[in-house]
């Protein structure tokens, strides 16, 4: 738009003023001067321009031959396979190709790929400014290097050993961080597995959701943050994106071990925006104990994406129980505290122990229930089973 608005003003000249301001003697000039101020104005132009949407993973290079610990290694040589996209470091020990490096490598046996190097590099997104512990997994050798640092911040050197793990700590702000990983298979069996745990953050794999493959630092990360906090009994999760692309929608993904997860929720997602966006739900049921939680954004261009793994650790708080009026006509109400204990299961016994009423209450956020049992007066047993345990009482009915 804007060398298009400065070619009319140009022709506008030439054809209206071509007396003293811009005459022909004086044609150079002005075109000097227009094309000074078309080349300022689209400079102004793209550093108003709003920076791309990151996209997720990181970009692997992979190289014939081992690279020695030698990071000039990779300047020196070109990579036979540039800018592949990978979606996290997750390569499991093992000696067939499972890094799809194919005829890149050496075979000294059939599919036992060997003599080969890659480089991993991209930007790592932080969510929450706090302490970080890297756990860098290889076999053959490695190197993690972070922002730009002219020494890497954890390495595994040399080729003579098995797979193993070894990790650094390091205090790290909330924004993007450059990542590079450094690697080299030389024989036997290859691996590279790189995890980190942080705040609310128990050890895993660095995931997709927070891995950008442009090394630029002019990109919106998608995720800026996802939390879980317990309150109540219950737990509160909220994210919000600085923008979105081709997003579909967001699964809430709920696991008690944090490694097998299962869908808690769903909500829609705002398809394609440069705009920020927050979000918010409620698991209100959380388990005794760890609770983790991930989030899982659906997109219609890609596979899904994903955000660091949370743990809540929800501490069990004594179930109380009140039962009213006392007496009676048979007809009672129910109260049970914590309000989160969802559905439990009441049952009326005589005093023989015999089982003579059963009745599922809905115990949401604490609410009165009313109990119409419709017995016979006198004295039973009252037993309420929860999620949280369970509780008896002697009851009086039209008493």
Known sequence: MIPLILTMLFLYILRGRS?????????????????????????????????????????ADYYRGYFYDQASFFTTNTPAI??????????????????????????????????FSARFQGQLYVTTTGSYTFYLGSDDAAYLWLDNNPQPIAFNKGDSFPYREVTSTWTLTAGLHTLRVDYGEHGGSQGLVLQYSGPDMPKQLIPNGVLYNQMAAAIRPTLMHFDAVATNQQVALNWETAAEENCTGFVIQKSLDGKVFTDLLRQPGGATTMMARSYDAIDPVPANGWNYYRLQQLRSDRQPVYSPIKAVEIKPVELTVSIYPVPNNGTFYLNVQPGNVGTALLKLLDMSGRQVYQQEVSLANGSLQMIEPGMSTGIYMLKLTTSAGTFSRKISLGI
Do not use: K
């Not at 550093?47 to 996209?55: D, E, I, N």
């Not at 890094?99 to 490598?105: I, K, R």
């Open 82 to 115: 540039r800018n592949r996209p990978v979606e996290q470091l997750n390569f499991a020990e093992a000696e067939d190709d499972n890094f799809y490096v194919g005829n890149v490598a050496t075979y000294y046996a059939p599919n036992r790929p060997d003599e």
């Open 19 to 59: 007396g003293p301001v811009c005459g022909n003697s004086q044609f150079r000039n002005c075109f000097a001067l227009l094309l000074g101020i078309s080349v300022l104005l689209s400079s102004v132009a793209r550093a108003q321009s709003p920076p791309v949407v990151g996209s997720p993973g990181l970009s």
